[in-house]
């Protein structure tokens, strides 16, 4: 085949690949590599006469009327300039499910995907290995030390690596041969986990092997319960008898102790308490939310600094000017309960689209869970696996359903 042939026949498909692995390593080279396979994908258009996009009600449509509300809410109260700074990630993931479009070998996809989250994790490690060479010792209780060790930031990387195994176990479960390998694979990247104390990827585990248990898994009930039991011995045994996980945990002698700590060193802890108390503002409209990003972000910056008593820790967040961490509030904020029910909505929906098939509702689990703990819409990269994981892989019909 000429090289010409080739690049006609593969090339978009070649850069897709090239844009997942350069996904978990650069900010830029995945926007490069978007650009021109935009250009690609406009130029096909312009030959097929269109898109071929078909508008069925599904949680895709759901998404796409949010984003519509917000954004004609922002253009009405002037702040569409400060807001598209958020919107633009909507955008991105739509974009994207377009792109995607032409991709009809989704076993391949994921299994890049999982190719270039196994590197991820391996440049980490190999950091990680360096920093315990040099002193003896692996500070994954602090977050800020641990930020700097690895390649993406901690809930990232947890989150990726929960992805990874999910994809690991499919694999192994589908595939006729090296099905050892991926189990092997599936392993070493729950241990990562463990390695690296993220504590939302824990949890995501755990509640993803309930999951399973309780409606996927074909055995009897006492069965299952004796599992449940199991699954609560080791979950609790990987909390008492890992130092830094317990710490991540704030597990100390009593609750009351655990509960001071916590509320001294998680800032989610200051920041919904800022949210909640935000909603009470004269100017905050319960069904539409705030006028636009601005104003909830002077808000957050407000509290923090009337709130705080502890100086240096006002100082870090008014510096870090910390968002709402948390999608769900941050929709509430903006979208009052519109936008939060339209939200809310989505995961629905999503979840009835899915359902039949266990690994996508572990992936979906998963994005659900993450979006109660980040913003995964303000980072570019988190709009990036929004729109591939579940605008896209979500809404494949695979073949295997446990």
């Not at 759901?62 to 917000?70: E, P």
């Not at 490690?125 to 040099?134: I, N, P």
Request: proline share 1%; with cysteine.
């Amino acid at each position: 085949m000429r090289v010409r042939d080739l690049i006609k026949e593969k090339g978009f498909e070649y850069l897709i690949y090239a844009l997942l692995l350069s996904l978990f390593f650069s900010k830029a080279i995945p926007n490069i590599i978007l650009a021109i396979l935009s250009v690609w994908t406009i130029i096909d258009c312009r030959k097929n006469k269109g898109l071929g996009l078909n508008f069925t009600f599904s949680s895709r449509t759901i998404l796409l009327v949010l984003l519509g509300f917000l954004t004609v809410k922002s253009v009405f109260f002037g702040t569409i300039l400060y807001d598209f700074k958020v919107y633009k990630g909507f955008f991105l993931l739509f974009w994207l499910t377009v792109v995607l479009k032409k991709i009809t070998d989704f076993n391949s996809l994921k299994g890049v995907i999982l190719w270039g989250i196994n590197s991820a994790i391996f440049c980490s490690v190999f950091l990680v290995s360096l920093f315990f060479l040099k002193h003896h010792t692996l500070p994954f209780s602090n977050t800020a030390e641990v930020n700097e060790l690895l390649l993406l930031e901690r809930p990232y990387i947890g989150f990726i690596t929960v992805v990874g195994f999910l994809l690991a176990i499919e694999k192994a479960f589908i595939s006729t041969k090296g099905k050892y390998f991926w189990i092997t694979n599936a392993v070493l990247l729950f241990l990562f986990i463990i390695l690296i104390s993220a504590r939302i990827s824990i949890i995501t585990l755990f509640l993803v092997a309930i999951i399973y248990l309780f409606f996927y898994a074909k055995i009897s009930l006492l069965k299952k319960v004796v599992f449940l039991i199991s699954f609560i011995i080791f979950f609790g045994l990987i909390v008492v008898t890992n130092k830094n996980i317990s710490e991540r945990f704030f597990v100390k002698n009593n609750l009351e102790e655990s509960l001071k700590v916590a509320s001294d060193y998680e800032p989610r802890i200051v920041i919904w308490n800022c949210a909640f108390s935000m909603t009470h503002k004269s100017d905050f409209n319960s069904l539409i939310g705030f006028d636009g990003y601005g104003t909830i972000s002077d808000n957050f910056l407000d509290c923090y600094s009337s709130t705080i008593e502890n100086v240096s820790k006002k100082d870090y967040f008014l510096s870090e000017k910390f968002n709402s961490h948390n999608q769900f509030i941050d929709l509430y904020l903006i979208g009052g309960l519109i936008g939060f029910g339209l939200f809310v909505a989505f995961f629905i929906k999503l979840f009835s689209e899915v359902r039949e098939n266990f690994f996508q509702t572990a992936i979906v689990t998963a994005f659900l869970l993450f979006f109660c703990v980040e913003n995964i819409f303000y980072r570019q990269f988190g709009c990036y696996l929004v729109g591939i994981f579940i605008l896209t892989l979500s809404h494949v019909k695979n073949k295997i359903n446990e």
